[in-house]
């Protein structure tokens, strides 16, 4: 069993920065795919970012809308996983969660074995 604790999220004017944080419990975090989605009011949930576990060097995906502004990273030793946000526009308003699953692909797909409770992003034009 895996448990995600996001944080870092909150109110922020457009062009600005945010860092989130996705915090795991359990002894196998570093051999996890984990990323992050996002879904706003009325909308699908989107993945926005994923990264391999150390099997896999560390590949990352990120979506198109997000390439060039958003970069995910991980601390292993922390049990951590980490989304910067810059240049944050007002369509990245949205609740955003982390997951954790056995395949990056399935990650990506949007398959995370587990899910955290998600963290509210607020971007004021």
């Known amino acids: 069993q895996v448990q995600l604790v996001e944080s870092g999220g909150g109110l922020v004017q457009a062009g600005g920065s945010l860092r989130l944080s996705c915090a795991a419990s359990?002894?196998?975090?570093?051999?996890?795919?984990m990323g992050w989605f996002r879904q706003a009011p009325g909308k699908e949930r989107e993945v926005v970012a994923a990264?391999?576990?150390?099997?896999?060097?560390?590949?990352?995906y990120y979506a198109d809308s997000v390439k060039g502004r958003f970069t995910i990273s991980r601390d292993n030793a922390k049990n951590t996983v980490y989304l910067q946000m810059n240049s944050l526009k007002p369509e990245d308003t949205a609740v955003y969660y982390c997951?954790?699953?056995?395949?990056?692909?399935?990650?990506?797909?949007?398959?995370?074995?587990?899910w955290g409770q998600g963290t509210q992003v607020t971007v004021s034009s």
């Open positions: 997951a954790a699953g056995q395949k990056f692909g399935a990650v990506v797909a949007g398959g995370g074995d587990y």
């Open positions: 990264i391999t576990g150390m099997w896999n060097n560390y590949r990352t």
């Open positions: 359990g002894r196998t975090f570093s051999s996890y795919a």
